[in-house]
């Protein structure tokens, strides 16, 4: 690369002029311009930045899951023998609690629902019976692990117990991570940060409620039914 | 889109915007979502704490350099463990000189024990402190926003907390060294039953536990890194930069964001399954009726007594779940320095890489046949054959878009002018070891080689030539490439070039004869192999490896030494001193609040090196042609 070729020239809107040395500081080109605007962008698909970053961890928890559950598959069906659920763990109780989990999906649709209008009466109301039927579940789970307890029935017995108290262990910590953001967003709604344009927060934490359910309807099903 | 010429950007800015406010009002679509190519202008111009600049950032160029230093230290203590492995291999059993000041009670002899600790210490600390940080944390950080015209990643916050995540995951992977029984010692892989059963190692103490909270921390911090990195580069693109026009290092990064992604996660699942057995005696990776020594071993309690745990588990489902991450961690660990070779070597031989989209196309591969290739880590686990069988033919099928890109690097560099400074010249070694990194890697994914040298030197040569020969010289040319980026001035050439020249030769030095004494059998993780007379012979290549590992770790003085002076008193460089064409050079260096000081337009890919369209050798990707500019009259293309 020759020097000499290098005919300086003053590029389209606002382009520096380029300099014989390129190593050279020179200020007038180089120095950064004073009090100038942050420019931010939009691209690609059109979905909110946040959506799309939930998305995106919502994959890493189904992966996450995926590793537990795929132990889970590995270990049953590898074993020479494997307990009826049924005669392990009380299903009609836990049975109820997948229902109390189900309705609280349905009840986090209507809050979004109350958030599209803007209605903030209509959030706190939906949104706090969410919370209540969260920490409903979350009671009777531990209502459930303080009785398998009672019987003797914990992590370390055998490989049926180690990989129910792992797997309904890392949802229940999931339902209750759910729960404090659910609770955060409550108290978001009640200084009105929803309104019919802008409730993202709303959605983000009613997408990772309706993962954390589904997420149970899978466990319920090879956990205690199967 | 065409690579060259113009084709405008879908919202190209029609003028300068004013300092007053908002010169483009964000057009809200529905339900508050941007329509893309919108442009959000703000200002604010606070002056931060000494605290909110360095130490709690949430700026991307700082989070970067935090990054950056951290894994710098950490390769120095991951190459001061390499060195007194490299001792005790050469000489063993004598004492280390001056190591008996840090260990007077043992002279400074390396015990076995501690041996093992110390190789299990330096694969962990090169892999997960080192090189995933380096690569993904501190150039992923700095050069992401940067190169797609982004004024920070998406969620600041977040990356902060990426960063801060690093912490405890350093605490407890030094904590090791201080409690009873010393660090984790059953290898960077941390097969069970060594790693679980308390008396099966003396690592397997309590080091164990907090190297497995270790890695759950920095599973935690490169998710919040990779998910920061994917929304930005897709959402925060600047005005015309298409995928298919952003630079390689991009594409890697990105790639290696969707790995960590998607495969992390399954890793952190399988160190909590075994932080469970460890601390609640689960039986996940427990076998029925395990014997040690023909005795039901001890389970650890943190009550020292002996416990009976569960069992009933399976080994081999660690070693199936750790591959399954560990295995794309090694193309996490490459496809960035991909990138930046990329880069680097088009920039530095100013001409166009050569078959741009077989390169991202090769990376897209790599990255999803390396999903499937985990098994070939396990060939002499007892696999059935046939499934052998398909783990080997994937992994050789990714020779296939390796030496596409092998060969695109080759032609890029066929017919160019190439400038032959410190960061080329680390580039090209990356190339050309990368080679012999990858050849082996065909050879010895053949089940019945494998099996053969498993656990053997060769292997240690094998990716060693791919990590460090590869990734770490690929680190040094992004660092020299991008210094004058980051500090805003230049790093001396003349100690760059001892620095390449020294590090070049020693490291073939001691990787390269390691394939010969692997071949003659020489194994792995052994403190003392030449107890066994088969091996006596092979103590004076030991003895030659280790003098070169000393030189190549004594020579990184002249890289220190040039960094740190570099940084307060090398030369003042401007925006653009390599004439590249990414967006990142159109930012101050370095660059202040918010990154770039004006409107961003991209009109075109960024290795338009050599275009007969421009007199001069490059063709930046926001210059508009078209206006008469300096544009020579023969060339009218159009697209």
Partial sequence: ?226 | MSPDGNSAPAHAPAHAPGHGGGAHPAQEGPRGVAAPGTVHVSHDHHELGFLRKYVFSVDHKVIAIQFMLTGLFFLVLGGLFAMAIRHQVAWPWKPIPGLSVLFPDTGGVISPEFYTMLFTMHGTIMIFFVIIPLLTGAFGNFLIPLMVGAPDMAFPKLNMFGYWAMIPAIFFALLGFFVEGGAAAAGWTAYPTLSTIATAAPGSLTGQTWWLMALTWVGVSSMMGAVNYVTTIFKMRAPGMTMMRMPLSIWGLLIAALLQLFALPVLTAASILQLLDRTLHTGFFTPSNLLVNATRPELLSNAGAALDGASGGHPLLWQHLFWFYSHPAVYIMVLPAMGFASDILSTHARKPVFGYKPMVYSMSAIAGLGFIVWGHHMFTSGMNPALGMSFMVATIMIALPSAVKVFNWIGTLWGSRIHLNSAMLNALAFVAMFIIGGLSGIWMAATPVDIYIHDTYIVVAHFHYVVFAGSVFAIWAAIYHWFPKMFGRQMNETLGKVHFIGSFVFTNGVFYMMHQIGLAGLMRRTADPYTYATYAHLQESNELITLCAFALFVWQIFFVINFFHSMFWGKRVGRNPWRANSLEWEAPSPPGHGNFDRELAVYRGPYEYGSPEVSEDYLPQTRKLGDGAARPAQAHAHH
């Fill in chain 1, 1 to 226: 690369m020759s020097q000499a070729t290098l005919a300086p020239h003053a590029g389209a809107h606002g382009h520096h002029g380029h300099k014989a040395d390129p190593f050279a500081y020179d200020p007038a080109v180089d120095a950064p311009a004073e009090h100038h605007a942050i420019y931010d962008y939009d691209s690609g698909p059109p979905v909110e930045r946040g959506k799309f970053a939930i998305w995106l961890f919502l994959a890493t928890e189904v992966m996450f899951f995926t590793g537990l559950i795929g132990t889970y598959i590995i270990l049953r069906t590898g074993a020479s023998a494997w307990p009826n659920p049924e005669e392990r763990l009380a299903v009609d109780i836990t049975a109820f609690n997948t229902f109390v989990l189900i309705i609280s999906s349905w009840l986090m649709v209507r809050a979004l629902q109350a958030g599209q209008k803007g209605d903030k009466a209509g959030i706190l109301k939906w949104l706090g019976a969410t919370i209540l039927g969260g920490a409903l579940f979350v009671g009777i789970q531990v209502y459930e692990y303080i009785e398998l307890y009672k019987h003797g029935s914990w992590p370390n017995v055998d490989i049926f117990w180690s990989t129910f108290y792992a797997m309904t262990g890392f949802h229940g910590l999931h339902v209750v991570v759910g729960v404090i953001w659910l609770i955060c967003a409550w108290f978001g709604a009640a200084r009105g940060k929803y309104t019919a344009q802008n409730h993202m927060g709303l959605e983000l934490a009613g997408l990772y409620w309706h993962f954390v359910d589904l997420v149970w309807v899978l466990l319920f099903t090879i956990v205690y039914l199967f």
